[in-house]
């Protein structure tokens, strides 16, 4: 297996439109006015996450954009997004408000997007991941950076992976 690139360089963009911690890029990606747009407070079905989020679904209701919140940071700034598959019937069935897009699926501007095999992940992203229990983590810390400390990571990627296909994709800056 090679490997095309040797570094890892992060992913910060949804479409190449949708930007972390950059609540400006909103309006452009959703056609929604900021202050319009649906805050999940957590949710405890079938998308289980603890923090706020905005929910985004594919036009084809089969892919879903979780945009986290972080708790301490501003309204409305995403630090963190997940991208999955989306069973519509349990969406519609549950209190989770979502925005419907134009949008036939999800991709990081590298081109990580579901259903990609593992292989083309590392070609994109590098060699530098770690691989454990169906998950493949990219690690990402500035120089000096307090995460270091206590190992872990202030910026990640992490692919969930089935049958070597992408199921999942997390990527996004850890909270403090």
Known sequence: MSFGQSKFIPDSTVNSILALRSPKTIEKFSSRVLDSLPVNEFASSFLYEEQP????????RTEFLMAIIHEGTYKLYF???KI???CYDSLINSDIKYIQTPYT??????GLKLGIKIDNVMDVKGSSATYTNDNLCYCYNSIDS???IYGECEYFLRCIIKNDIVVKIEYGYTSL
Do not use: A, K
């Open 105 to 110: 699926s999800f991709y990081t501007e590298s």
């Open 84 to 86: 999955g598959y989306l």
């Open 146 to 148: 307090e995460f270091v």
């Open 53 to 60: 989020f905005v929910l985004f679904i594919n036009s084809n």
């Open 79 to 81: 630090s963190e997004f």
